[in-house]
């Protein structure tokens, strides 16, 4: 009952507000700022286009992943191919088909490398920076984990 009669009391005291009041124009743009004045009905203030625009997304994290995720796939490749070449398999199902010859092999490989950078790309236009670098870490630790698993298992022609 306390909380309909507050209610009904906000609702009679914004009912005695002018148009002149509410309207976003009511302050001159001087006053506020050009960019203030802009994104005056921004949802949340903190979120405008032109942070937006300001983002970049190629940080010193950003750079430092990438680089370690292609050198994890470099690696990967490498170990991958010496076993291949040696008599040996390939141990990860999913990566088996691609893996019979080299150029498809490297093909392949790229292809996911950008498919991921392009994933972190994304993600951090919507504002999920952390998001995207944990798909570049986990590009680099699954392929990490593949290279190393590929030199434990390895024949015994390298």
């Known amino acids: 009952m306390k909380l309909l009669v507050a209610i009904l009391a906000l609702a009679a005291t914004a009912g005695n507000l002018s ?3 509410v309207r976003a124009d009511a302050i001159p743009a001087p006053d506020m700022g050009a960019t ?3 994104y005056a009905f921004a949802v949340r203030p903190d979120v405008t286009k032109k942070d937006m625009s300001a983002s970049r997304f190629w940080t010193a ?3 430092a992943l990438v680089a370690l995720d292609g050198a994890a796939k470099a690696l990967d ?3 991958t191919r010496k076993n291949i070449d040696g008599g040996g398999v390939e ?3 999913l990566a088996r088909p691609f ?3 080299a150029g498809v092999q490297v093909a392949s490989m790229a ?3 950008g ?3 392009i994933g972190a790309y994304l993600l951090h236009r919507r504002r999920h920076e952390l998001l995207g670098h944990a798909v570049l870490a986990g590009g680099a630790l699954m392929n990490g984990l593949g290279a190393t698993f590929s030199v434990k298992h390895r024949v015994a022609d390298w």
């Open 115 to 117: 498919a991921e950078i």
């Open 19 to 21: 148009a002149q009041e």
């Open 61 to 63: 994290p950003t750079i």
């Open 36 to 38: 203030e004045a802009h």
């Open 91 to 93: 141990y990860d199902p």
């Open 111 to 113: 292809a996911l490398f």
């Open 77 to 79: 490749c490498y170990a």
């Open 99 to 101: 893996v019979h010859t």
